[in-house]
Every structure is written in structure tokens, then in C-alpha cells.
């Protein structure tokens, strides 16, 4: 995998101070530094993902347990600067992914009367297994950058959806940073110092914290839960589908000739979505398990099976489909929608509670796809249309970006879209 | 009105709070050569320094206070006014150590036991070195014209406040209040344009400018907002008790008497250089957290007026060492003087007649610009000091 590479821990004050963790080779790779039986966590923690590479890591990469994610608006009108940004972006998010400060500087070795070139609340702690990944919205294209031109046709702001009740300030943006680290606080810490370099040039329109993950992106990883309860991305693309992935995620050569910057690249759809928790739970288990299609224990299709049997549509118990017409399984899947998959990279979040004294949670739902013309809008219309999960979810925020493919070395982030 | 201590602006007065934590003249940074070290013994009526002369370059005073009262140093120029760095509030028992840069020239060195009068003054020469400071002649006189501008623009705005703030009290003591309310965001905006000054006196900032928000349990509330909220009985609701005319009098004539008083203090001061530079940063702070939010004028929601001023004293202030910037950090410069006209532009758009906007008339995407502008403003302004010591 070109996202993940040994890197040294910067940070290097971590677990304690003297245990001296070394850096993990790749994705489940062998512990190289002194400590002999560290346990799972202490092994993500010292992980680090390269920054640079022909894909962005943050896509493929195995889902991190904590997400902020940030939505931009750019707020100077000068190419230059914007070009500035995502170069000065490119600088940090490398150091910062490898575990050091996200300035060049440090958050104590400055002049002491500056204020420091990093924020300082990840001193000591590892990379955690950060990464950056960001990507350029349907409105950066319009006639301030000169950019217009450059738009690819499927990067157009998501039609309505049904059940749609979006905050326009938690939609949209020019530009967007997903930060994804197995520490809360290295992920703040990212977006926290990306948008204070951005200060002047663009500024955050909305931000979202998510916790537990709600998809593997790897067979290494056990299929999470959501807020309903259930294992949610069972059948999600991985990482190691590289066949699937080309077809499904990745923008290939041919797709669109007005812009062939984001070649390598992929469409990243994210959705925020309000569960009704308190009236879910009062859902008979029945109930619940037909509205998803799967079991709620192991996560079986009702068609029988475990986890990950496939399913059966055909299947009939008693008189009816096992899988119900309306089950989230089966409005969503592969076999309805000409087989197209997306990879899903969603994070629960619970923002505290509402007036009424209910969780305002749900599921942060960011989906990675090649074309989101054919990969997820009619999903996310089928669903809308007819999916009986949608009695219990209200979507408030809504975005699409482009994700360029990654930088090599020696170019900032995006820089074919700038050429 | 200011929530902490940290950003004091201002000090050379014994009312002052104690601690200068932004106080640029105060080093750490050691002088390892012997011939530009020195220690300072200062007592109740001496004030002996280890040696008097020295090459340019550099200069470290360790200054011990043997005495009995808390004492100053300072190291004057040939003039015996101007300052060419000092140390403050050193306690019976302290020390504190004091770094200036000194080209060749005459100087005094000062003690100040009780932090008042001339000090006990020796002569100090330095003398020509290769190792000339960062600041030249012609800098330091950059450094001198930009203190005693500073210094005057505060005396100006200072006495305006006070005349103000005098016809003000007039009306509302004589319940013109139309009048009253009128006047209110103009007399407030000389306060504002030197709120990191006179929110420096500790004992007057709780007393004439503290929001009913801020107030401590058996605090007793005075001053502007206490009159605000009177002046705007409507925001107050229903079950607001109007001022007596009685009471009208005890309120007016206090905020009257506490501006004098200001006034007299403010009169006297003077400032170092990073003061300066720390007052630009410390307004746009204010603007940052209680104009731009809208919290500052809770009751007649005249922000935007306080914002323009925190602004003028800001430019001001940077206007007054932009020359030092400009030789020191060009391009710091340039950003600043850019980032102030693009956040201008935004208030001027908010101008109403001869004033401004309610901060309730503003709408939300509008005050995100305007934050936006204060923090591409504030970001450069954060390493303003640094440029001009």
C-alpha cells in the first residue's frame, strides 16, 4: 500500500517516556522498535501513514477510530494565495502525519515572544496513525480562482433528497480536511492547526468530531457498530480489493476530460445524519433487524448465515422475503444499482444532546467513489425513496468534494488542478 | 473591559497589578560576556552597579533588591528621559534581570526604591564595539517618535473621553435620555480606541466597565453598562426597576469621578515600545472576544461602534512603529497594513449615518466575515512585538 510506510515517532515522549516505541512497517507490520509485547493500542498509536504518495491516504488507509473533519471557505480571492494555502496545508499535514509540530519550529522551541508555530496539545503523544486528506468543492470552481474550467462535470453541489432537512452551516465548502487518528486529540490538533494557517485565506464553515468508526476498510479489521446498534459495512470495499477499487473509487484516465487532475483521485460524499435514537430504541428487536435486513448479534442476512454469507433477495419465510422489500440491505445494494460499491468511511458522532433532551447523534456518513453520478446519488435516492431505516434518520448536512490524488514529492497537494 | 491580567498594556503606575507578563523589556536571553554583564545592588538609597562602562552590544543588569521597598531599574539615555529598557516591581528580597541594547553613547543608570521620583541616577557610558545592537541611532529615534506619539494619541483620547463623558452624565442626570443614548457609543468609542490602557488600572476597569455577566455575587455594579442597561429598559424586560433620579445622580457622578481620575493617571504615562505593539494586539483581542460576538453592549447593542474604535487604537498603534516593522520585517508589514484596509472595508459597510449597524441588525453571514477579518487580521498582528523589539 503506498499510503503506509515505517516512519520514525516524532513525538517521541510517548507512553510513559521511556518505553521507546518504534515505528510499524505498513499495515500490519512487524514492531521494529525495543518493546517486545505491546499491546493493540500501543501499536496504532506508533503507527504513521506517509502524507505523500499516488493515492491520499485517508481513504483506503484501515478507518482510525476518531474523525474531525472540517469544511472551508475560501475566503481570499487571489489564485496565489489559495495555491499558498494548499502548499503551506501540504507542509504541516506531512510533518503532522509523521508525529511532528505543524510548524517547522515547534510548540516550545521558539522565539517566546511569538506565539509558537504549533498549538501544543499533541505534545508527547505518537502520530496515532493520522491522516490528512482533503479535497476541493463544487464551489471553489466557480469564476474566483479561474478554475471554471477545470470542473469535473460530476462535481456538482448533491441534488434534494427526500427527508432532506440540511443547515446550510453544516453543508458545503470550498475545501474540506478529513483528519482521522486513533487519538481524539491529534485529530483536533490537525484541523486545529490547518485552519489557524489558514487564517486570512480561508476559513472553517463547519466542523464535525466522530468517534468509533463505523466501517473496516480492511480485512484486518472487525466490522464496527453504529448508533442503531448494528454492524454497519460489512460489504464495504477494502483495501485489499485493488481490482474493486479501480473500478469503483478511484477516478480512472477516461472518466473526464475536463479534468484530468484528479486521475487517481476520488469523489468523497459526506452526509450528516440525525438518528431519532429515543424512538429507535423502542423498536421491537424484530422490528429492527427487518428494518436493516441483518441480525442484530452477529450481523447475518436474514436470508441466513453469518456475517459475511451473501444474500439471499430470493429467499422467502413464510409467505414473504426474507429480506423485506424495504430493508436498508437490500434498497442499498451492489445487485439494484448496476454493482456499483462505494468505500465508506463514516464515524458515528454525538454532539451532545437537543433541547428536548435527546442524543443529537447519528452517523457522519463519508463515502469514497469514483463517479457520485453512479455511485451514490441513485443509492441515496433509492434509500430516500424507499429504505425503512428512513423513518429514523434526518439528514442535516450534506457535501460532495473531489480528492486529487495524492502529492508527490516535492508538490503540494492539488497542484495538477493549479498547472 | 478586561477578564485578565496577562494583556496589561501599561504599567509605571504603583496602582498598577504587579505582573508585565507581556513585557518585552525583561529578557532572558544571557549575555555571556563578561565586559557587558553587570549586577545591580539596589537598596532603599543606593543603587550601585557593578561597573560603568561597557562596549555596545548587549547589556545584562542583574538588578538584587536589598532594600525594603519594591524598587525599578532603569537604563536612561543622555537626556535622563527617554528609556532605553526597564525592569519593574522588583520586591525586597528579588531580582530580575534586565537586557538592553545599547549602542556607543552616554546613558544613566536608575534605581527607583518606592517606584517614584527621578530614581538614584549614576552616569554609564558605552562605548564603541564591532557588535553594534539590532537597533541603530536612527532606529531608536524611529522608537522615540513612536513612544511620544503613542503617548499623546492616549492623552487625546484620554481628555476627549473625559469631556464626553462629562456632557453625557449631564443628560442623563437631567433625564434626557434620547440624548443620553445618543451619546453613549460616541463617548465609549475614546474608551474604546484605549481600552488596553485604561482597562491597565486595576482598582477603575471593575468600576466603569464591568457587564452585568461579570459581576461577582455582593459585587456592586457601576459605571457605563450599569447606565446602558437603564438607558435600554426595553432589552432590560419587563420587571426592570427604572433608576430613581436619585439614583441616576450616584451612578453618573461615580463613572464621572473615575474617568477624572483615569484621565489624571493616563496623563503621566509613558511607554516602551513593546507596549505598543502589545496594546495593537491586545485591542484586536478585545474585538475577538466581546465586540465581534456581541457581547460588549448587551443592552443597547452598540458593538459595532466599540469595534471601530478597538480597531482606530489598534492601526494606531501599529501605525506608530510601522516605521521599526518596515527595517525589521518588511513583509510583516505589508501584510498588516492589508489585513487592517480589508477589515475597515467590512466596517465601513455596517456605517449608518454617522454611526453604526445594531449588532442585532447585522446578519449572521456578515459577522462571520467580520470574524473572519479580525482573525486574518490578528494572526500577523500575533508577531507584531516580536518585529519591533
Known amino acids: 500500500m503506498v499510503e503506509s510506510g515505517g516512519r520514525g515517532v516524532s513525538r517521541r515522549k510517548l507512553l510513559g517516556g521511556g518505553l521507546g516505541i518504534g515505528a510499524i512497517a505498513g499495515v500490519g507490520g512487524a514492531l521494529i522498535g525495543d518493546r517486545l509485547s505491546p499491546d493493540a493500542d500501543d501499536v496504532a498509536r506508533a503507527t504513521s501513514y506517509a502524507f505523500r504518495g499516488a493515492h491520499q491516504a485517508g481513504i483506503v488507509t484501515p478507518a482510525q477510530d476518531r474523525l474531525h473533519f472540517a469544511a472551508f471557505d475560501v475566503t481570499t480571492t487571489d489564485r496565489a494565495e489559495l495555491i499558498s494555502l494548499l502548499d503551506d496545508w501540504t507542509a504541516a499535514a506531512e510533518r503532522m502525519t509523521r508525529g511532528d509540530g505543524a510548524g517547522p519550529i515547534g510548540p516550545v522551541e521558539g522565539d517566546p515572544l511569538l506565539p509558537p508555530d504549533d498549538t501544543g496539545e499533541a505534545i508527547g503523544l505518537p502520530p496515532s496513525g493520522l491522516t490528512i486528506t482533503i479535497g476541493f468543492g463544487p464551489s471553489l470552481f466557480d469564476d474566483r480562482f479561474g478554475l471554471a474550467e477545470r470542473r469535473p462535470a460530476a462535481l456538482a453541489r448533491l441534488p434534494h433528497f427526500p427527508a432532506d432537512d440540511l443547515d446550510p452551516t453544516r453543508s458545503d465548502g470550498d475545501l474540506c480536511v478529513q483528519a482521522c487518528a486513533d487519538d481524539p486529540q491529534v485529530a483536533v490538533h490537525a484541523v486545529r492547526n490547518l485552519a489557524r494557517i489558514a487564517f486570512g485565506r480561508a476559513s472553517v464553515r463547519w466542523s464535525q468530531l466522530g468517534f468509533g468508526r463505523t466501517s473496516s476498510t480492511s480485512t484486518s479489521q472487525d466490522t464496527p457498530r453504529n448508533l442503531f446498534g448494528f454492524k454497519d459495512g460489512t460489504a464495504n470495499l477494502k483495501a485489499e480489493e485493488r481490482a474493486a477499487l479501480d473500478e469503483h473509487v478511484w477516478v480512472g484516465a477516461d472518466d473526464d476530460a475536463a479534468a484530468p487532475w484528479l486521475v487517481g483521485g476520488s469523489y468523497l460524499c459526506a452526509r450528516r445524519i440525525n438518528m431519532t435514537i429515543e424512538v429507535w430504541d423502542r423498536q421491537p428487536l424484530q422490528d429492527q433487524e427487518q428494518f436493516v435486513g441483518r441480525t442484530k448479534g452477529e450481523g447475518g442476512p436474514l436470508s441466513g448465515g453469518g456475517e459475511f454469507a451473501d444474500m439471499d433477495f430470493d429467499a422467502v419465510t413464510g409467505t414473504a422475503p426474507s429480506i423485506p422489500v424495504d430493508a436498508h440491505v437490500r434498497v442499498v445494494h451492489p445487485d439494484f444499482h448496476d454493482g456499483a460499491r462505494m468505500l465508506r468511511r463514516g464515524y458515528n458522532f454525538v454532539d451532545g444532546s437537543d433541547a428536548l433532551g435527546g442524543l443529537d447523534a447519528g452517523l457522519f456518513f463519508i463515502a469514497y467513489v469514483r463517479d457520485p453520478a453512479t455511485h451514490f446519488i441513485p443509492i441515496q435516492s433509492a434509500m430516500a425513496r424507499s429504505d425503512a431505516l428512513m423513518e429514523y434518520l434526518k439528514t442535516t448536512g450534506s457535501a460532495l468534494f473531489a480528492v486529487p490524488p495524492g502529492a508527490a514529492s516535492g508538490e503540494y497537494l492539488g497542484q495538477a488542478l493549479f498547472a | ?325 518596515e527595517t525589521n520585517d518588511p513583509e510583516l508589514a505589508a501584510e498588516l497594513t492589508k489585513r487592517f484596509d480589508a477589515l475597515q472595508e467590512l466596517l465601513d459597510a455596517q456605517r449608518v449615518g454617522d454611526g453604526f449597524a445594531l449588532y442585532t441588525d447585522v446578519p449572521p453571514d456578515q459577522i462571520k466575515q467580520l470574524s473572519d477579518a479580525v482573525n486574518a487580521l490578528s494572526e500577523p498582528l500575533s508577531r507584531l512585538t516580536a518585529a519591533v523589539v
Open chain 2, 1 to 325: 473591559m478586561k477578564r485578565s491580567s496577562a494583556l496589561a498594556a501599561v504599567s509605571a503606575l504603583a496602582v498598577l497589578a504587579p505582573v508585565l507578563a507581556a513585557c518585552g523589556t525583561e529578557s532572558t536571553a544571557p549575555s555571556d560576556d563578561a565586559t557587558r554583564a553587570f549586577t545591580v545592588n539596589a537598596s532603599d538609597d543606593a543603587c550601585d552597579v557593578s561597573g560603568d562602562t561597557a562596549p555596545a552590544g548587549t547589556l545584562t543588569f542583574t538588578v538584587t533588591n536589598s532594600g525594603s521597598v519594591v524598587t525599578e531599574f532603569y537604563v536612561l539615555g543622555d537626556d535622563g528621559l527617554r528609556i532605553l529598557g526597564e525592569v519593574e516591581n522588583i520586591g525586597p528580597g528579588a531580582s530580575n534581570k534586565l537586557t538592553v541594547n545599547a549602542p556607543d553613547g552616554d546613558y544613566f543608570t536608575a534605581c527607583k526604591p518606592g517606584m517614584k521620583g527621578d530614581g538614584i541616577r549614576s552616569a554609564f557610558t558605552v562605548t564603541p564595539s564591532g557588535e553594534q545592537p539590532a537597533l541603530a541611532a536612527s532606529d531608536q529615534e524611529l522608537v522615540d517618535q513612536a513612544l511620544t506619539n503613542y503617548a499623546s494619541y492616549v492623552k487625546d483620547q484620554s481628555a476627549q473621553l473625559l469631556a464626553k463623558t462629562s456632557r453625557f452624565v449631564d443628560l442623563y442626570k437631567a433625564g434626557d435620555d434620547d440624548g443620553a443614548r445618543a451619546l453613549y457609543p460616541v463617548a465609549r468609542t475614546h474608551w474604546e480606541r484605549i481600552e488596553t490602557v485604561a482597562e491597565s488600572f486595576g482598582d477603575l476597569d471593575p468600576k466603569m466597565d464591568l457587564r452585568e455577566a461579570d459581576l461577582e455575587p455582593g459585587q456592586e455594579w457601576t459605571g457605563w453598562h450599569r447606565i446602558e442597561k437603564d438607558l435600554w429598559p426595553a432589552e432590560a424586560g419587563a420587571d426592570y426597576r427604572p433608576l430613581t433620579a436619585a439614583q441616576r445622580v450616584t451612578y453618573a457622578d461615580d463613572l464621572l469621578a473615575n474617568t477624572r481620575t483615569l484621565d489624571g493617571r493616563v496623563q503621566k504615562l509613558t511607554y516602551t515600545i513593546d507596549q505598543v505593539a502589545n496594546g495593537s494586539r491586545g485591542l484586536l483581542e478585545e474585538v475577538a472576544t466581546g465586540k465581534v460576538t456581541g457581547e460588549e453592549e448587551f443592552w443597547s447593542h452598540t458593538d459595532l461602534w466599540d469595534f471601530q474604535a478597538n480597531v482606530d487604537g489598534a492601526r494606531v498603534a501599529f501605525e506608530g512603529v510601522e516605521p521599526i516593522v
